[in-house]
């Protein structure tokens, strides 16, 4: 039997994610914070940070989905099948692009939890009621995301109505499409994030591996929010493109490549900022752990490979 | 290179300027205040 693995099936796969795993990790923080209990409370930060990784390839695989069952064939009438609805699709896509948005800056509240947990042994006070008023918002948002992704294919629980109005994700994507400034801001700061997060990923990759053996780990560990944030500007920049044009990346391999190294590097990163081993001042890392920062490197290097190459192997722009 | 043109290309890289630089400028103050919580608390055995 030949089975044909498509963003499409991947998005089937991850698109219960954001929504289930968003309240078990919500759940979680409420439960550490009535317990008062540590240990569930840094679980609970991973499983934000987690979900909020996770929710990037859903909302990307989305567009090819939509592709598949409705866009491609009719750019701008009713879907072919007759059932599946454009208006909805639509308003699916505009909840997500919100959901995003927002799982981003509650993932980023999250990490810096995780952070200042392993730095000074606790989370900061002020930190806990911001995840908790964002983590409410954000469940709110992904919900409303998923129950109309849901319509989309199943009109027996339909009760969202048609709308002729263009929905959020167009009105950001014809802005940044069709306003002459927009996509080169992004792009400038999408390179000021970029510059952000790999200078301060290659310093600490470079000091692991024993290249750095003066600058002293502390000084690096306090330098990781900056590269956080980088990320952060870089996701939400990013997503900025992909809502300008997406069908010129939903059929772009060097843009799944690119997506798949960050994936991987993104969750090694943080493997690796979280273990205590890579910060033993004054003791060489073990032989795997160099191994693993040359690999996470080499993967940096390939997520800037594959954005460059996205116009000369996938033909994008 | 005509004056029209010039002045369009101008006003459209100080509107990237100025957007690129408004970003840039939260991002930094963003990225301060964090900094600045980093500090390690100094415990009082060693004032």
């Given at each position: 039997?030949?089975?044909?693995?498509?963003?499409?099936?991947?998005?089937?796969?991850?698109?219960?994610?954001?929504?289930?795993?968003?309240?078990?990790?919500?759940?979680?923080?409420?439960?550490?914070?009535?317990?008062?209990?540590?240990?569930?409370?840094?679980?609970?930060?991973?499983?934000?940070?987690?979900?909020?990784?996770?929710?990037?390839?859903?909302?990307?695989?989305?567009?090819?989905?939509?592709?598949?069952?409705?866009?491609?064939?009719?750019?701008?009438?009713?879907?072919?099948?007759?059932?599946?609805?454009?208006?909805?699709?639509?308003?699916?896509?505009?909840?997500?692009?919100?959901?995003?948005?927002?799982?981003?800056?509650?993932?980023?509240?999250?990490?810096?939890?995780?952070?200042?947990?392993?730095?000074?042994?606790?989370?900061?006070?002020?930190?806990?009621?911001?995840?908790?008023?964002?983590?409410?918002?954000?469940?709110?948002?992904?919900?409303?995301?998923?129950?109309?992704?849901?319509?989309?294919?199943?009109?027996?629980?339909?009760?969202?109505?048609?709308?002729?109005?263009k929905q959020f994700g167009r009105v950001v994507g014809d802005f940044i499409s069709n306003t002459p400034w927009t996509w080169i801001t992004a792009e400038t700061l999408h390179f000021i994030g970029l510059t952000f997060m790999?200078?301060?990923?290659?310093?600490?990759?470079?000091?692991?591996?024993?290249?750095?053996?003066?600058?002293?780990?502390?000084?690096?560990?306090?330098?990781?929010?900056?590269?956080?944030?980088?990320?952060?500007?870089?996701?939400?920049?990013?997503?900025?493109?992909?809502?300008?044009?997406?069908y010129q990346y939903v059929d772009n391999v060097a843009f799944y490549y690119k997506l798949g190294f960050i994936l991987v590097a993104g969750v090694l990163t943080l493997l690796y900022t979280f273990d205590p081993s890579w910060?033993?001042?004054?003791?060489?890392?073990?032989?795997?752990?160099?191994?693993?920062?040359?690999?996470?490197?080499?993967?940096?290097?390939?997520?800037?490979?594959?954005?460059?190459?996205?116009?000369?192997?996938?033909?994008?722009? | 290179?005509?004056?029209?043109?010039?002045?369009?290309?101008?006003?459209?890289?100080?509107?990237?300027?100025?957007?690129?630089?408004?970003?840039?400028?939260?991002?930094?103050?963003?990225?301060?205040?964090?900094?600045?919580?980093?500090?390690?608390?100094?415990?009082s055995k060693d004032r």
């Open positions: 039997m030949a089975f044909d693995f498509t963003p499409t099936h991947l998005h089937l796969l991850l698109n219960h994610f954001p929504t289930i795993g968003f309240i078990i990790g919500l759940g979680l923080f409420v439960i550490a914070l009535i317990a008062r209990s540590d240990h569930i409370k840094i679980g609970s930060l991973v499983v934000l940070v987690g979900i909020s990784i996770i929710t990037i390839p859903t909302y990307i695989t989305g567009n090819a989905a939509s592709q598949e069952i409705c866009i491609a064939s009719n750019l701008t009438g009713p879907c072919p099948d007759g059932v599946t609805s454009r208006s909805l699709i639509e308003q699916h896509e505009g909840a997500a692009l919100i959901a995003l948005a927002f799982m981003v800056i509650t993932g980023g509240f999250a990490w810096l939890g995780l952070w200042q947990w392993r730095r000074f042994g606790a989370v900061s006070g002020w930190n806990h009621p911001v995840i908790m008023m964002l983590g409410v918002l954000t469940l709110a948002i992904v919900s409303r995301a998923a129950a109309l992704g849901g319509e989309i294919r199943h009109p027996e629980i339909r009760v969202t109505a048609e709308t002729a109005n790999l200078g301060v990923l290659t310093l600490i990759l470079f000091k692991v591996i024993g290249i750095l053996p003066t600058v002293t780990y502390d000084a690096l560990d306090r330098l990781l929010p900056w590269a956080i944030l980088g990320f952060g500007l870089n996701t939400l920049t990013g997503m900025l493109f992909f809502a300008a044009a997406p910060t033993r001042e004054g003791q060489p890392a073990s032989g795997r752990t160099r191994a693993l920062a040359g690999v996470t490197l080499f993967l940096w290097v390939g997520v800037m490979f594959w954005g460059s190459m996205l116009p000369f192997i996938g033909n994008a722009f | 290179m005509d004056s029209a043109t010039g002045f369009t290309e101008i006003a459209l890289a100080t509107r990237v300027l100025l957007v690129v630089a408004v970003v840039t400028v939260l991002f930094v103050i963003v990225g301060y205040v964090i900094d600045r919580s980093a500090e390690r608390p100094t415990r």
